[in-house]
């Protein structure tokens, strides 16, 4: 089986920790990428603004995420190469490399600057998350607070999203508000994603898609990435791949297979988690096999479905 997983944190963790790509002892690495055949892997470039003064200080950080991404993929280019397109990702398949997409997650790293949105695209970011867990100057993210989470973009966000489709840029609604996910799927003239959000019929936490929620985006064309985080899969907080199969059985039911695609999440969060890195994604796909998933199903799930989004939007 071979995998597209729509979100990752490991940059940030290659930074802080100074670690290469290659080979490490977290989540993701080019050598377990290469066991699972995670043929494409998009790498976020977290920002926790809170972590920093002001704007400028938050992009600068960015700035040196994206180094580390620009040097790795160099370093590494005889195994995983940069896709800015569907073509790219197409063509290093054919030539039996692996390929990384890079993508943002905090869109208020931009604060009100339009310039900033088209700096990023010319550095190769083909994704952004519109918000973290936190108002920014796009919207308002989930929330336990009702208001809040019934707050959609702001007018620059709006503006931000109309330019993302101008620019063919893959528009992410995970830890987007309600609000700001119905102003998206007003807004967007093609499919969107959720990079890595799950079923909150399934598990009731803000962070995960309503059933309505998960129709529209089905109507869309979108995906939902499955996220492992415990925390979105289950009470149990386990962190299991049985809890991940009910997500998946769930979404299938209410929005069909054609809706599901991976968001893992890897190195982006902590605890327990039966899938611990990209190498055991074949834990998934066997137990979706053992729950009566047709091959044509896993394949989608695992990585057809992410393609056409991608072939569709990039």
């Not at 991976?262 to 890195?277: A, Q």
Request: include cysteine; glycine fraction near 8%.
């Amino acid at each position: 089986m071979s995998y597209i997983d729509l979100h990752c944190d490991t940059i940030s963790l290659l930074l802080e920790r100074e670690i290469p790509l290659f080979s490490n002892e977290i989540d993701v690495s080019i050598e377990k990428m290469k066991t699972s055949d995670v043929f494409c892997q998009f790498f976020a470039m977290f920002i926790r603004m809170s972590d920093f003064e002001n704007v400028d200080e938050s992009y600068a950080y960015l700035k040196k995420m994206y180094h580390v991404y620009q040097k790795e993929m160099e370093e590494n280019k005889e195994h995983i190469r940069p896709a800015l397109c569907a073509a790219d990702i197409h063509k290093n398949r054919r030539e039996g490399k692996l390929s990384g997409v890079l993508t943002v997650e905090e869109g208020g790293v931009i604060g009100q600057e339009m310039d900033r949105l088209e700096e990023l695209y010319n550095m190769g970011v083909r994704l952004i998350t519109l918000t973290w867990n936190y108002e920014n100057s796009l919207g308002f993210p989930n929330s336990d607070d009702p208001a809040v989470m019934e707050a959609g973009l702001k007018p620059f966000g709006k503006e931000v999203v109309e330019r993302m489709n101008d620019l063919h840029m893959l528009i992410d609604v995970s830890h987007l508000s309600d609000g700001g996910f119905w102003d998206v799927a007003q807004m967007s003239r093609g499919p969107f994603v959720a990079s890595h959000s799950n079923s909150r019929s399934v598990r009731d936490f803000r962070r995960n898609l309503t059933d309505d929620m998960l129709r529209t985006l089905a109507e869309k064309g979108g995906v939902t990435g499955i996220n492992f985080y415990h925390k979105f899969l289950g009470e149990d907080g386990n962190g299991s791949v049985p809890d991940m199969v009910r997500h998946i059985k769930h979404i299938k039911n209410v929005a069909g297979i054609d809706t599901i695609a991976l968001g893992s999440d890897f190195d982006g969060f902590s605890g327990p988690c039966e899938i611990r890195n990209c190498a055991q994604f074949y834990k998934l796909a066997d137990a979706l096999s053992a729950a009566g998933f047709t091959d044509s199903e896993i394949e989608k799930i695992c990585w057809k479905n992410a393609l056409r989004v991608i072939d569709s939007v990039l």
